[in-house]
């Protein structure tokens, strides 16, 4: 799995700031109540409630090799659509095209 060129250009930009982050990814991690695959689904639903596009690639292919189906996939994109409004429906595109495109 490759990460947006955004966050590979944080990481390669500013390792010291993206080492604190990663850290703090992991801790939050460990913290979670929530399996794997149920933790990157409702990231995919943060993401794209959001707004936040170019994390979505990287989770929805995070959530897929942990067991998510497609159609969980789409729940997770459009379960913040009465919160969110439309908003989500333009992640829609990027999350089925990654999950399509790595069978």
Known sequence: MSVSKA??????EA?????????VAK???AASALDRKTEELAYV????????????????LSA????ASR?????A???G?????????GALPVALEAYDENK
């Open 81 to 89: 659509l009465p919160a969110a409004g439309a908003v989500v429906i």
């Open 27 to 29: 801790s939050l991690d």
């Open 71 to 75: 159609q969980e996939i789409l729940s």
């Open 64 to 67: 897929k090799s942990h067991g």
């Open 45 to 60: 639903a943060v993401l794209a409630a959001t707004g936040n596009a170019s994390g979505i690639p990287f989770h929805v």
């Open 77 to 79: 994109v459009l379960i």
């Open 15 to 23: 390792p010291a700031h993206a080492e604190a982050w990663m850290q």
């Open 7 to 12: 966050f590979s250009m944080f990481m390669q």
